[in-house]
Nanobody, 112 residues
Framework: QVQLVESGGGLVQSGGSLRLSCAASGSNFSPNGWYRQAPGKQRELVAI??????TIYADSVKGRFTISRVNANTVALQMNSLKPDDTAVYYC?????????WGQGTQVTVSS
C-alpha cells in the first residue's frame, strides 16, 4: 500500500519561508511532485522533478520555490518569498505506471 506523508506546513508572514517534506512508503517509485489546492480552486501543479533530475515549475513559483529529492523515498519543496496567493493545501504526488498517488496534504497559510 502506497503512503505519502507530507510535513512542514504552517502559518508564515508574507516574504517568509517554509520547507515541505514528503516521505513515501510502499512503492518502488519515488515521490516526484508537489501540487496545491486553494479554496474554491482546482488542484494545480507547483513543481515536479523527473527521474533525470530535471525540474519543472509553475510560472507563479519560478525563482521562489525549489523542489529537490532528498533520497529515494523523500522529496522536499523549499518555498521562499511566500505570498498570500501561495496559501493552499499542498499535496505530494507519486506516479507509477498507471496511477498517481496523493498524500493527505499540508496546509500553508501566508498572512499579509
Amino acid at each position: 500500500q502506497v503512503q505519502l506523508v507530507e510535513s512542514g506546513g504552517g502559518l508564515v508572514q508574507s516574504g517568509g519561508s517554509l520547507r515541505l517534506s514528503c516521505a513515501a512508503s510502499g512503492s518502488n517509485f519515488s515521490p516526484n511532485g508537489w501540487y496545491r489546492q486553494a479554496p474554491g480552486k482546482q488542484r494545480e501543479l507547483v513543481a515536479i522533478i523527473l527521474t533525470s533530475g530535471r525540474t519543472i515549475y509553475a510560472d507563479s513559483v519560478k525563482g521562489r520555490f525549489t523542489i529537490s529529492r532528498v533520497n529515494a523515498n523523500t522529496v522536499a519543496l523549499q518555498m521562499n518569498s511566500l505570498k498570500p496567493d501561495d496559501t493552499a493545501v499542498y499535496y505530494c504526488g507519486l506516479d507509477d505506471e498507471s496511477h498517481r498517488y496523493w498524500g493527505q496534504g499540508t496546509q500553508v497559510t501566508v498572512s499579509s
